[in-house]
Nanobody, 125 residues
Framework: QLVESGGGLVQVGGSLRLSCAPS????????VGWFRQAPGKEREFVAA??????????RYADSMKGRFSISRDNTKNTVYLQMNSLKPEDTAVYYC??????????????????WGQGTLVTVSS
């Protein structure tokens, strides 16, 4: 139900913009989160943005602050993740998910009910 796009191969220090859009539904009533999963590792929180009725709240994992930016375009029903200053450790499959859980828990993957298929980001050194 969610479709991610925008992944690819990029050199260290480069940028990518990921997109997440729902198929056949709207994001309007949901917080949207980005997570990533590297081989052999658990899915980890990257960033989240609140549903429109909750204001314009965003949250980032500490290692992404200042490098990543999450935004949503409600007219296009799309959420973006702008990733700058990419590092090799950013290499992972990136997933977007939606949740209606309390904002305090948006960094927990277990709170998300729907996920996309993921998009692979590879940062080469």
């Amino acid at each position: 139900q969610l479709v991610e796009s925008g992944g690819g191969l990029v050199q260290v220090g480069g940028s990518l913009r990921l997109s997440c859009a729902p198929s056949g539904r709207t994001f309007r009533d949901f917080h949207v989160g980005w997570f990533r999963q590297a081989p052999g590792k658990e899915r980890e929180f990257v960033a989240a943005i609140s549903r429109p009725g909750y204001g314009r709240s965003t949250r980032y994992a500490d290692s992404m602050k200042g490098r990543f930016s999450i935004s949503r375009d409600n007219t296009k029903n799309t959420v973006y993740l702008q990733m700058n200053s990419l590092k090799p450790e950013d290499t992972a499959v990136y997933y977007c998910g939606i949740t209606q859980i309390l904002w305090a828990y948006v960094d927990s993957a277990r709170q998300y009910t729907n996920w996309g298929q993921g998009t692979l980001v590879t940062v080469s050194s």
